[in-house]
């Protein structure tokens, strides 16, 4: 019984020594898990900081595409105010059939006319009747002077250019 004592006493030895050596390396597992795990929550703190950084960028570029957004529809309204106007500029004419009142020599593209009424009887040869106005070439005057013939006669000159 001894000798069986002693055997199984050796090898509760043995038994032993292979747990304390298990123990010291998982203790030894444990301490790197933990560092791994402290590495873990540094690296989710470091995230977490990124991600509120990025939230924090993205809410700027939405705000600063909406200020885009709006300066490009001001921009586009201007332009096309801009091109409207272009079509007013001296020399360049809109579209169509019409005329205009000459003053000199017509716009290219457009063919001068002119008309008169001579001796035009009026009431009387008072401002109220027949006032005298420059409108370019075409006018409206008495016909010689202002109330030298009895039924004060008057005049009207239109010249035009039209297309």
């Known amino acids: ?3 069986t004592l002693d055997a ?4 509760f030895k043995v038994d032993m020594s292979q ?3 298990t123990d010291t390396t ?8 933990k560092v791994d795990l402290a590495q ?31 300066s490009l529809s001001s921009l586009k309204t201007n332009l096309a105010q801009y091109n409207q106007n ?3 500029l001296p020399g360049k004419w809109s579209p169509g059939s019409y005329c205009i009142f000459a003053s000199g020599s017509c716009p290219t593209g457009f063919t001068r006319h002119e008309g008169h009424m001579l001796a ?27 109330g030298r013939w009895p039924k004060w006669f008057g005049e009207i000159y ?6």
């Open 1 to 3: 019984i001894d000798t």
């Open 8 to 11: 199984s006493l050796s090898s």
């Open 19 to 21: 747990m304390k050596e």
């Open 26 to 33: 998982l203790d030894g597992s444990l301490s790197s898990l």
């Open 40 to 70: 873990i929550k540094q690296t989710d703190t470091t995230l977490n900081g990124s991600l509120s950084s990025l939230k924090v960028d993205m809410a700027q570029m939405k705000q600063t595409a909406t200020t885009l957004k709006s």
């Open 86 to 88: 272009l079509q007013n």
């Open 120 to 146: 035009i009887s009026t009431y009387a040869s008072t401002s109220n009747y027949i006032k005298v106005a420059n409108f370019g070439d075409s006018k409206i005057r008495c016909h010689g002077t202002c």
């Open 158 to 163: 239109i010249v035009t250019c039209c297309k």
